[in-house]
């Protein structure tokens, strides 16, 4: 038998389980709000049905993140300024042209802005307005995640910072995505993707032997920042499902870059010596099996200019065309170089359903990149053009909010929303 100590001590220890049970049964009631707020069933083919993102992110990197999120099923409402949107909506040429009847004006809907931001609505709202951050309050109550891409700080001030949406929504998921993080002497700084490329090594590693440090040829340091901030959603929701808890997800495009220096951070860690440079397209372990000069790679990387010489000569020899049908099935690896018009007409990108058409309300059908990935029961992708400033602001704040036509329209006059 127990003494009574230990039994007094058993019994509060499973009073305070059972209590912490509650708590976290109460919390997942809660994390589940907004899927029983939809009033439908969610599509079991999309992974991220039911879930819900308030998307306050610009430009690339933001974007980038919740237009994946979207892809996967999740519901992307996109805050945008109520009188010029996203910055990238004016990020042209070329555009995509609006239809003759359409109510826009101007040149059309920008490529892109298009590029990364379909399956989102768009609710054109000013948070400088005390109406708007109302609202903005209201939606974080009803949302699963919260991505905005501001300078550290700068939504402490209308509050819309962690802390006052937490108190909101215990179980909302918060990514903030800067240049530099929310620490560190580099802090305060605005960092874009050129500064992060070229401050944290890429730049210096990309290039001609001979050449300056150039940028890749897009903004990969955003584009890498979104998939890892997306990434860190999708695992932060796992975390939530056990604990019933949303948490604050700080994500820096430098750090992003730091990491994916990959082996050539490796190599510079583990020898203590500086990195080799640039190599252009060129790789480190190039093949030239019976010149004596070359049969061991001490030897290849002494005669490496000499070696590039011989290659290019040979090269030259026969065209594009003819190479790759000496290379077929000789089982080494080989490619030809194709701009980008060729790469998204390609015979491979064709069958992998790379491209897809969409038709979109006021410009007709335009041609999207598709998602990359394959599932063998998911079916994420393209399924709704990108919005129109403001297009779904009614649907939102009337669906959502339960606000009525004229209580919109008040709002839409005192230009807290569009």
């Known amino acids: 038998m127990l003494p009574l100590n230990r039994t007094l001590s058993r019994v509060g220890r499973r009073a305070g389980l059972a209590a912490r049970r509650d708590e976290i049964s109460s919390c997942l009631i809660r994390c589940q709000s907004s899927i029983a707020q939809t009033g439908s069933t969610p599509n079991p083919k999309l992974p991220l049905a039911g879930y819900r993102v308030l998307d306050m992110t610009r430009v690339l990197a933001g974007p980038y993140c919740t237009q994946i999120l979207g892809d996967l099923g999740a519901e992307v409402i996109k805050i945008e300024h109520p009188t010029r949107g996203d910055d990238t909506r004016a990020w042209g040429p070329p555009y995509a042209p609006y239809e003759p009847g359409s109510a826009h004006e101007g040149p059309g809907e920008s490529a892109y802005f298009l590029g990364v931001n379909r399956n989102k609505k768009s609710l054109g709202l000013s948070f400088q307005h005390p109406d708007g951050v109302k609202i903005l309050h209201k939606l974080a109550a009803k949302c699963d995640i919260l991505v905005e891409n501001y300078l550290p700080g700068s939504l402490k001030k209308y509050n819309l910072d962690f802390d006052t949406i937490n108190r909101i929504n215990p179980a909302l998921i918060y990514a903030s995505i800067t240049g530099y993080g929310q620490t560190g002497p580099y802090a305060q700084r605005a960092g874009y993707d050129v500064m992060v490329e070229a401050e944290f090594g890429l730049m210096h590693i990309t290039g001609s032997r001979d050449g300056p440090p150039v940028k890749v040829g897009v903004a990969v340091t955003d584009l890498t920042t979104g998939l890892y901030t997306s990434n860190s959603i999708m695992a932060a929701l796992l975390a939530r499902a056990r604990t019933g808890q949303g948490q604050y997800i700080d994500v820096a495009l430098s750090d992003c870059q730091t990491a994916t220096l990959a082996n050539i951070a490796s190599s510079c860690l583990i020898s203590g010596k500086r990195d080799s440079g640039r190599w252009g397209t060129a790789h480190r372990e190039p093949e030239w099996k019976t010149d004596p000069r070359y049969s061991v790679n001490s030897q290849r990387v002494a005669n490496r ?27 080494m690896p080989y490619a030809a170089v194709n701009n980008v018009h ?8 064709r069958a992998r359903n790379m491209v897809v058409e969409l038709d979109h309300d006021e410009c007709g059908p335009i041609k999207m990149v598709n998602t990359p990935v394959k599932y063998s029961h998911s079916t994420p992708g393209a399924r709704t053009a990108p919005p129109t400033l403001g297009q779904h602001t009614d649907e939102v704040l009337g669906d959502l909010l339960g606000l009525d036509s004229g209580a919109i329209s008040a709002l839409k006059d005192t230009g807290a929303v569009r």
Do not use: C, R
């Open 342 to 349: 060729d790469t998204l007409h390609h015979e491979h990108t």
């Open 305 to 331: 200019d000499e070696l590039e010489e011989a290659i290019e000569a040979i090269s030259v020899q026969k065209t594009t065309q003819e190479w790759l049908q000496v290379f077929e099935g000789k089982g």
